[in-house]
């Protein structure tokens, strides 16, 4: 009797646990099939290379206007931008267009290239639907006045009109405005203007917020939504893309037939995703891994497969510079003097060696990158810069009159290796008579407290690389400060409420380089060399370190990936939002090579 | 039987009002402005940023007092309309819920029910054998002490990472589509195995303390030393002593199965399981309010339904409440 009990028992397990699983499986697999069309089912690993890093949600917009949430490979293997940056080199490649010039100080001719095709997705056929012409150039050039929305809306006040002959393009100005159109010329892609298959007719809703889910795009690759899920966004290569014909850029074209980005984790599965093979390339921060470069794994071989950029300290690009960000309507922040005790107080090459072990560089005073180091008013520096130092660091701290307040840090819990840096600072802070506390709070919390101005002490890296410094002033000292800082500029609230008239004329020289023409060097340099010695002078901003443009490569399926020791292929690395379609990742991209 | 369950359906549908009003209100009251980590997507200029965040204000609805906004959502309830998530933008709540709960029902509804099978058994064994109670007791003790992460995280480095006998990470492999087909199957159970093991693991080292010492206590209670002194066999003892002991289990059943749907955020995090864990982590970390709602409305449901059906489970299994419910209707 008991004997037959337990075969009950266990067949009754038996089929609960399979009754239990069915269910799911098969929800899960109608839910896919219904919108689905021709999967691969499994996209074979030797004509595939996987990415992770830069998406933290499943894929669900392909809207090029949706430039914070876009799905990765929006920008660059589907809509492409006129020109591209390469800030190893410093310098614009043409892209879409052929050649651009300013015929006078408020008139650009652009030329586009001949043969650029509006391609449909994976789903639809890869169909070509139509060529890229001046029209869509136009199209997307004044979007900018009739769409109040759009985020390069600021051209609107710069631009005055925009006519097509064929592909070639004219652009009348207002105002001389070189750097807003520069950063228009590599950082925003050209849409299709078509009503037909295009964008033409949509409304202004429909351009910032649509999904876009079957794009029609110029670009290297096709989105192939069969094989996009919530763990992966998929794309195939489009045989109809324009660049492997254009023999000034090498014939560029791409040796694999998919590429997936997987949706970010943890560091841990990142990790071991990467080591085991499975990730290709990872654009994540993962902790160590120059040690993995060189240690021997726990099988006893060594994982001779991966590489990072540079070989040696500080292995990755840099990225970005990473600010200690004072709210200067607070005090004792509003208070120069403490601002230069804590910028003395902290030991920048600790964080660089503890916390990112060596990945990364400490930063400049000036905190300009290491690419526009040419930029750099060395006599500003050795006269106003600021140093490790916590003698200088007492010294000022005593002409501050702090009260012994307390100070707070803060960055979003989970972003680890700021977490580290900050209770770096703190205790660096407390070295030097500065009571601080670290606070990790929610995203949500801590971009509310930073836009609120109800903040402390913030870490913060969003002024964006660029050829020229232009983008970091602007962003440290645009003005007017609104109540609630919803756009990403002067968050530190450099105003004259804070430090008084320094403020609008920093603002006015930022103003000024956007009016003075790129060509005159001597003109331009004179303004960044005040810039710099304004921000030195009063340090809005405290900039501590350069953060790495986070690239490791497996060579395990691909081989072939981008290494400063290679002559003649020194391009991006990365595949985030702003480096992947703005920057020389597609041409990065386009050496690989089966291993 | 009629009566009591029309006073138990009434009781539910107070509960789930009460309920539903909470998971409208709480999301609002938390710190932070929803809109303002929203409109970050857009990396909008001064100018744009202030037109688009009047039009979201509006589009979310945010513009109508606040009465009305909670008469949208309970109409929204009815219709399974939940709103648009912020987050997965401009994705309807409905449908993240949908991508992402049967992941989660495929792991965890087969882990509560193998662990409460297994652990009752274990733990019915443990009770009547020396030798078991002295070598159960202690394993489960250290299993369901053992920090579920650290537990999870070894046999993701040893079994995935190191021995690579399974795959430590997602539902499927990266480039697999998740259709129904025999290879995306195999693939699915594939991945599925480590984090199943892993819950199995520690939730059954509960079951099985639980259910050893209700079973020791229903042996030593009057009716079970009765039956003994009538010199009734001892296996008829343990079985009164077993379907005794059991209720309270199906009570934990009910709630472990209930809750489910709040997904296993740990789990989700170490194995990188797209399951509704991750949805309510994302939701509360980027002040998505309307996927915290949808998400903890999914809670609500699954938490009542479990309860009403234990309560008709209870009739079916309980003589006493049979009889009570024979006595409430005399």
Redesign the interface.
């Known amino acids: 009797m008991f004997a037959r009990k337990k075969k009950g028992f266990l067949g009754v397990a038996a089929v609960v646990l399979a009754g239990s699983l069915v269910v799911p499986l098969l929800a899960i697999g109608t839910t896919a099939s219904a919108t689905t069309v021709r999967p691969h089912v499994t996209l074979s690993h030797a004509n595939t290379v996987f990415s992770s890093g830069v998406m933290y949600s499943p894929p669900t917009v392909w809207n090029p206007n949706a430039q914070g949430s876009f799905a990765t490979g929006t920008e660059g293997f589907l809509y492409e931008t006129l020109f591209l940056y390469n800030p190893i080199t410093n310098k614009y490649i043409p892209w879409l267009a052929n050649s651009g010039k300013w015929t006078s100080t408020t008139k650009y001719v652009l030329t586009l290239r001949g043969g650029i095709k509006w391609v449909s997705d994976v789903a639809n056929g890869q169909a070509v639907k139509g060529f890229m012409t001046g029209a869509d150039v136009v199209f997307t050039i004044m979007l900018a006045k009739t769409d109040p929305g759009i985020y390069y809306s600021n051209l609107a006040n710069d631009v005055s009109g925009a006519t097509a002959v064929g592909n070639t393009v004219t652009v009348t100005f207002k105002h001389p405005a070189a750097e807003d159109w520069q950063s228009f010329l590599y950082q925003d892609p050209i849409l299709p203007s078509s009503s037909v298959y295009g964008m033409g007719d949509w409304n202004n809703a429909e351009l910032n917020t649509d999904a876009n889910a079957a794009p029609v795009a110029s670009g290297p690759m096709s989105l192939d939504s069969a094989n996009t899920n919530s763990e992966e966004v998929c794309y195939t290569t489009n045989p109809n893309w324009w660049g492997a014909n254009v023999k000034s850029l090498g014939n560029p074209s791409f040796k694999f037939g998919h590429w997936c980005d997987t949706v970010n984790s943890s560091n841990n599965v990142e990790l071991t995703d990467f080591l085991t093979g499975a990730i290709d390339l990872s654009n994540n921060f993962l902790p160590g891994i120059a040690a993995l470069i060189h240690a021997a794994s726990p099988g006893g071989s060594t994982y001779g497969n991966i590489s990072t950029y540079y070989p040696r300290p500080p292995y990755m690009l840099s990225a970005n510079t990473v600010w200690l960000e004072p709210n200067l309507s607070k005090k004792p922040m509003s208070n120069l003097y403490f601002r230069k005790a804590v910028a003395a107080a902290v030991n920048e090459s600790q964080i660089v060696n503890v916390d990112y072990t060596n990945l990364v560089d400490a930063s400049n005073p000036t905190g300009l990158m290491p690419s526009q180091k040419s930029y750099i008013d060395t006599a500003a520096v050795k006269q106003y810069g600021f140093s490790f130092s916590k003698a200088t660091a007492k010294a000022d701290l005593k002409k501050s009159n702090y009260k012994g307040q307390t100070v707070t840090i803060e960055c979003p819990a989970g972003w680890t290796d700021w977490m580290a840096a900050i209770n770096l600072i703190v205790k660096d802070l407390k070295g030097v008579g500065i009571k601080a506390e670290a606070l990790f709070p929610s995203y949500a919390t801590r971009t509310s407290d930073i836009e609120d101005g109800t903040y402390d002490f913030a870490i913060d890296n969003n002024a964006s690389i660029a050829a020229d410094p232009y983008n970091y002033f602007y962003r440290m000292f645009r003005l007017p400060v609104q109540k609630v800082q919803s756009a990403q500029d002067n968050w530190e609230r450099f105003d004259a409420a804070t430090v008084g008239g320094v403020a609008g004329k920093a603002w006015a020289l930022v103003k000024d380089l956007n009016a003075t023409a790129m060509t005159a060097k001597t003109a331009r340099q004179a303004i960044f060399n005040k810039l710099e010695t304004i921000e030195l002078q009063y340090l809005p901003e405290i900039p501590v370190w350069y953060n790495g443009a986070w690239a490791q490569y497996s060579a395990s399926h691909w081989k072939h990936w981008p290494h400063s020791t290679a002559k003649g292929d020194q391009y991006t690395p990365v595949m985030w939002a702003g480096w992947l379609g703005q920057m020389t990742t597609v041409l990065a991209l386009a050496q690989l090579a089966h291993s | 039987m009629r009566r009591y369950f029309l006073k138990k359906i009434s009781i539910y549908l107070l509960t789930f009002w009460v309920a539903v009003t909470i998971d409208w209100g709480i999301p609002r009251l938390m710190?932070?402005?929803?809109l303002?980590?929203f409109?970050?997507?857009?990396?909008?200029?001064?100018?744009?940023?202030?037109?688009?965040?009047a039009?979201f204000y509006k589009a979310f609805g945010f513009n109508e007092p606040l009465w009305k906004q909670y008469l949208y959502y309970w109409d929204g309830i009815f219709h399974w309309n939940l709103g648009v998530s912020m987050?997965?933008?401009?994705?309807p709540v409905a449908t993240v819920i949908?991508?992402?709960i049967?992941?989660t029902?495929?792991l965890l509804?087969?882990a509560i029910?193998?662990a409460y099978?297994?652990g009752n058994?274990l733990g019915a064994m443990a009770a009547r054998r020396k030798v078991l109670d002295n070598s159960i007791l202690p394993a489960s003790y250290l299993i369901s002490g053992t920090p579920y992460q650290w537990f999870a995280?070894l046999l993701?480095f040893f079994l995935?990472?190191?021995w690579?006998l399974l795959p430590?990470?997602?539902?499927?492999?990266?480039?697999?589509?998740?259709?129904?087909?025999w290879?995306?199957?195999g693939?699915?159970?594939e991945h599925?195995i480590l984090p199943f093991l892993s819950l199995f693991f520690i939730m059954l080292g509960g079951w099985a303390i639980g259910m050893r010492n209700l079973i020791i206590y229903e042996l030593e209670s009057d009716y079970a030393h009765w039956l003994q002194m009538l010199g009734s066999p001892a296996?008829l003892v343990r079985r009164y002593a077993y379907r005794n002991a059991v209720l309270p289990q199906l009570t934990g059943l009910a709630l472990a199965l209930g809750t489910f749907v709040a997904g296993q955020i740990v789990t989700e995090?170490?194995?990188?399981y797209?399951g509704v864990g991750l949805l309510f982590f994302?939701a509360?970390?980027?002040?998505d309010i309307f996927l915290m709602q949808g998400a903890f409305l999914l809670v609500i449901i699954g938490v009542l339904v479990a309860n009403f059906v234990i309560d008709i489970v209870y009739v079916l299994v309980d003589p006493r409440t049979r009889v009570s419910m024979m006595g409430a209707e005399g």
Not at chain 2, 39 to 53: E, I, N, V
Not at chain 2, 269 to 272: L, P, S
Request: hydrophobic residues 45%.
């Open positions: 710190p932070g402005n929803p303002q980590v409109l970050l997507k857009f990396r909008a200029q001064p100018d744009a940023a202030k037109y688009l965040q039009y987050f997965y933008y401009p994705t949908g991508q992402h049967f992941y029902m495929g509804v087969p029910i193998c099978f297994v058994r995280m993701a995935g990472a190191l690579h430590e990470s997602n539902a499927f492999a990266f480039g697999t589509t998740p259709v129904w087909t290879t995306f199957i693939n699915f159970l599925w296996r995090i170490v194995f990188n797209q994302n509360i970390t980027n002040s």
